[in-house]
């Protein structure tokens, strides 16, 4: 290798979480050379390890693509330099060399001191505020011309998360996707998540689709949410219209619940329903009107859960709580998410990717599906700590009633 190089350094549980491996691949993946200067290795669970190495490249632009890569890992130059900034050129627009974020914990170097970067997120943007000695991920078309917008890899720290040290049901479980897990350990470990985390407060984000209307368990997710062990739920225009399909008139696309039967003129059942809601005003509207007195979306409004549906182009009506501004809806939705601890992801792939690009990785995420593809694709854009369960929305929804014993 030519003269192109830096020194980085790995701290923490680097050898039994394999990061130490992940890293060697990379620089040997991207055409690099690495050099291993210095090793200290943790001796108990609670020790941590060191790693110093030398990073060789055969050009700028090749260094400067594998330290990126690195950073993912926790790697940290050796030097000492602040992060760099460029003001951004116009509204919703980057510098060239735009550092663009992970969902890990990350610091930026201001005045020669680490800073927490707030607001977490894959995918953003980081623009200092040097005055306040504070960082903040943002995203793109939220950056306003001239804001300082973190570039290039200098004074950038990402802390990865480190393997649980307990052979938790929940870690062991979330690896890879399988019909074949044994879904009722995994159901009994995601209800026991989920009280522990109401037992301090914590918050529990809900992603529905609306196959879980049409499955028949509606009823087992609103008692769920009756029961408090749902703060927050994201969707969009089917499950709203669908759910008050069925609690108006028995059916789901015409459907009926009870029996499985086609009703006659049941394709026009959730048009009724739409001009129900979109007469009353809204959804809020058509329960404190006595209108919708049953079903998901009447629980969340009963137990005041933060409910953010958004929209898409193929919605019929839609109805009038659906937000069409996509942009609207996700300043909405990362509103809503802060503080989340648990995320149930649903029969639903679109929603579930964009909701899974917005949470931290410290955010414990379950997805489920009856189509593998689904729940690996979520995996694939980014949400690697996802517990990936392929099974029917109706089957795992009772089961997850009975395990939180809200089943009645």
Same mark, same amino acid.
């Given at each position: 290798?030519?003269?192109?190089?830096?020194?980085?350094?790995?701290?923490?549980?680097?050898?039994?979480?394999?990061?130490?491996?992940?890293?060697?691949?990379?620089?040997?993946?991207?055409?690099?050379?690495?050099?291993?200067?210095?090793?200290?290795?943790?001796?108990?669970?609670?020790? &941590?390890?060191?790693?110093?190495?030398?990073?060789?490249?055969?050009?700028?632009?090749?260094?400067?693509?594998?330290?990126?890569?690195?950073?993912?890992?926790?790697?940290?130059?050796?030097?000492?330099?602040?992060?760099?900034?460029?003001?951004?050129?116009?509204?919703?627009?980057?510098?060239?060399?735009?550092?663009?974020?992970?969902?890990?914990?990350?610091?930026?170097?201001?005045?020669?001191?680490?800073?927490?970067?707030?607001?977490?997120?894959?995918?953003?943007?980081?623009?200092?505020?040097?005055?306040?000695?504070?960082?903040?991920?943002?995203?793109?078309?939220?950056?306003?011309?001239?804001?300082?917008?973190?570039?290039?890899?200098?004074?950038?720290?990402?802390?990865?998360?480190?393997?649980?040290?307990?052979?938790?049901?929940?870690?062991?479980?979330?690896?890879?996707?399988?019909?074949?897990?044994?879904?009722?350990?995994?159901?009994?470990?995601?209800?026991?998540?989920?009280?522990?985390?109401?037992?301090?407060?914590?918050?529990?984000?809900?992603?529905?689709?609306?196959?879980?209307? *049409?499955?028949?368990?509606?009823?087992?997710?609103?008692?769920?949410?009756?029961?408090?062990?749902?703060?927050?739920?994201?969707?969009?225009?089917?499950?709203?219209?669908?759910?008050?399909?069925?609690?108006?008139?028995?059916?789901?696309?015409?459907?009926?619940?009870?029996?499985?039967?086609?009703?006659?003129?049941?394709?026009?059942? *959730?048009?009724?329903?739409?001009?129900?809601?979109?007469?009353?005003?809204?959804?809020?509207?058509?329960?404190?009107?006595?209108?919708?007195?049953?079903?998901?979306?009447?629980?969340?409004?009963?137990?005041?859960?933060?409910?953010?549906?958004?929209?898409?182009?193929?919605?019929?009506?839609?109805?009038?709580?659906?937000?069409?501004?996509?942009?609207?809806?996700?300043?909405?939705?990362?509103?809503?998410?802060?503080?989340?601890?648990?995320?149930?992801?649903?029969? &639903?792939?679109?929603?579930?990717?964009?909701?899974?690009?917005?949470?931290?990785?410290?955010?414990?995420?379950?997805?489920?599906?009856?189509?593998?593809?689904?729940?690996?694709?979520?995996?694939?854009?980014? &949400?690697?700590?996802?517990?990936?369960?392929?099974?029917?929305?109706?089957?795992?929804?009772?089961?997850?009633?009975?395990?939180?014993?809200?089943?009645?």
């Amino acid at each position: 290798m030519n003269g192109f190089s830096e020194e980085i350094t790995l701290e923490g549980h680097i050898i039994d979480s394999g990061i130490l491996s992940k890293v060697w691949g990379t620089v040997m993946d991207l055409g690099g050379e690495f050099d291993l200067q210095e090793i200290r290795v943790g001796r108990s669970k609670n020790e &941590t390890s060191f790693a110093r190495m030398k990073i060789s490249a055969a050009s700028d632009a090749q260094l400067h693509r594998i330290l990126v890569g690195l950073q993912d890992y926790g790697a940290v130059l050796v030097s000492r330099d602040d992060v760099q900034t460029a003001p951004a050129p116009c509204d919703g627009a980057l510098p060239d060399d735009f550092y663009s974020t992970t969902n890990l914990p990350t610091q930026v170097r201001l005045a020669g001191r680490w800073v927490d970067v707030n607001g977490t997120e894959m995918d953003l943007v980081i623009v200092v505020d040097p005055a306040q000695s504070s960082a903040r991920m943002i995203p793109m078309a939220d950056v306003r011309q001239g804001d300082p917008v973190v570039v290039g890899h200098d004074g950038i720290r990402v802390i990865p998360l480190e393997r649980a040290r307990s052979r938790e049901t929940f870690s062991f479980m979330a690896s890879d996707v399988s019909s074949e897990k044994p879904k009722r350990l995994v159901i009994e470990e995601i209800a026991r998540q989920m009280r522990e985390t109401r037992a301090h407060g914590g918050k529990i984000l809900v992603v529905a689709g609306p196959a879980i209307v *049409h499955s028949g368990a509606g009823p087992y997710l609103a008692r769920i949410i009756r029961a408090g062990f749902a703060q927050a739920l994201f969707g969009g225009n089917a499950i709203a219209v669908h759910d008050v399909e069925a609690a108006l008139l028995g059916t789901s696309l015409g459907i009926a619940l009870h029996n499985g039967e086609a009703i006659e003129g049941g394709h026009r059942h *959730h048009m009724i329903a739409i001009n129900t809601i979109r007469r009353a005003g809204s959804l809020r509207a058509a329960v404190a009107q006595g209108i919708l007195r049953e079903g998901i979306m009447y629980e969340c409004i009963r137990n005041n859960v933060e409910l953010v549906l958004a929209g898409s182009v193929r919605d019929d009506g839609p109805l009038p709580d659906v937000i069409t501004d996509m942009i609207e809806a996700q300043r909405r939705m990362r509103a809503a998410i802060q503080d989340v601890e648990l995320a149930l992801m649903i029969s &639903t792939m679109l929603h579930s990717i964009a909701t899974g690009n917005m949470l931290p990785a410290s955010v414990k995420v379950v997805a489920v599906d009856i189509n593998p593809a689904v729940v690996t694709k979520l995996a694939d854009r980014g &949400t690697f700590q996802a517990l990936g369960l392929v099974t029917d929305a109706e089957l795992f929804m009772r089961e997850l009633a009975e395990a939180l014993e809200v089943v009645r």
